[in-house]
C-alpha cells in the first residue's frame, strides 16, 4: 500500500524533469552514467520530458550548487547515487541544505540495518547509521536489492511546486526503487497524457540533406517533437507527440509521418525499430533466397552484422576473409590475370569476388566488397576510402563504387551499409 500523499498533482501536459548522476567516478574513463538512460525511458513513457541531466562530483559544494540550479529549472528532479554509508556520500546532505529542511532519522531502518547485518553475521560499521537518515517530509523507499533507501519529497522550491526523488546508484537498486515505488506515485501525480512515437530508419543519405528535406516537413508540426541522429550510412528521424488522448496523439504523428515517408520513399528501409540486418532477413526469407559473401577490406563485418540476427542461418549459407590475392583466387576463382591487370581494388575484381562466392556456396544471391580502408595503403589512383561493392544473383552483377569519409572503423561500417542496402532494394 502507498503512503498517504498530500494531494500533489502536476495540472499541464507537459511537465518536464532533470536527472543529477552524483559520483566522482562518473567523471573518470572508468564508469558511466547508464541510470540517466532507464530513467529517461522511463520518464518519457510517462509523458515526461527530460530537460537537462548532470553530472556532479562528490565534493558539497559543487553538489549543492548542482541542486540549487536543478530546483530552479525542473518540475521533477531525480538524484541517483550518493546515498551511502561513506564520508563522500553527501546527496541526502546536499538536498536538505539546498531546501533549507532538516534531515531526520527512521529508527526502524536502523533496526532493519542492525537486523540486515546479523543475519549476515557481520558487525555494522557505525557510518551504515547515516543511511537511515532522511529529509524532513520525505517518504522512504525501501529498498530490497541493497541497505539504501530511496526517499520521494514533494515540496516547494522559490514557490514552485517540486516533486524531489533521491535514488542509489547501483543501477539493480536503482531500478527496483524506482520501477516498485516511484512509477506508480509518478501516475497518480502526472495529468493523463498519452505519447505517440514514431522511428524512421533512411539508408546512405547524408544527415545534412535528410535533415534539410525532413524540415520543410516537420517545421509545420510544433506539436510534434523531431530528433535526428545519425551513424555511418543511416540517418533515423524520431517523432514524438503528446496529446490527452491517444488518438489524438497519433493523429498528430501520423500526419507528418505519412510526409516523411512519401519524402524518403524508398531510402527509408524501417519504421518499427528494425535493423538494416533485420529487415535484409526478411526480405531474404520472404523470396526464399540464400546469401554468400566474399569480403576482403570489411573483415568479416558484414557477416557478423548478417549473423548477428536470430535464425539467421535460414538463409545466409557463409563466406569467406579474402584478404590475400591468392585466397580470392582460391576461395572465389578471380583470375590471376584480371588481379594483375585491374588490381585486387577495381570493379571487375568485385564483380568476380561476388559470383565466385556465390557459384562456390551455391547460394542464390552473392556480395562481393574489396576496397581500401587504411590508414595506409592509399594511392593517388586508388584513395584510403575506395570501396567496390558487387551483388550478383547469377543473371546479372550490380557494383558501384563509393569514396568514403573518415577512419577505418568508419569507412568498413559504410561498406557493410551499402552492401545490405544495394541487397534490401534488390530483394524489394
Known sequence: MLPSHKGFRFTLITVNAEIVAVGSELLTPFRQDTNSLFLTARLNELGVEVIYKTIVGDRPDHLLEACRQ??????IIIFSGGLGPTEDDLTRECVAEALGLELRRDHEMVTALYTRAANMRVKLAENNIKQADYIAGAEVLKNPRGTAPGQWLETEYEGQKRLIMLLPGPPHEMEGVFTEHCIPRLEAALPEVHLATCELKIAMVPESAADLRAAKHYKN????????LAKPGEVQLHLKARAASREEAEARLDKLAVLLEEEFAEEIFSSGGESMEQIVGYFLQMRGATLAVAES???????????SVPGSSRYFLGGALVYSDQLKMEFCGVPPLLLKSD??????VAAALAEGIRQRCKSSLGIGITGVAGPGGGTEEKPVGL????????????VVERRFPGDRERIRWFASQLALEMLRRKLR
Open 70 to 75: 536543478a530546483f530552479t529549472r525542473a518540475e
Open 221 to 228: 508540426f510544433p506539436g510534434v517533437e523531431t530528433t535526428i
Open 297 to 307: 577490406c570489411t573483415g568479416g563485418l558484414l557477416g557478423e552484422r548478417i549473423t
Open 343 to 348: 588490381g585486387a581494388v577495381s570493379r571487375t
Open 387 to 398: 570501396v567496390y561493392i558487387a551483388l550478383a544473383d547469377g543473371k546479372h552483377t550490380e
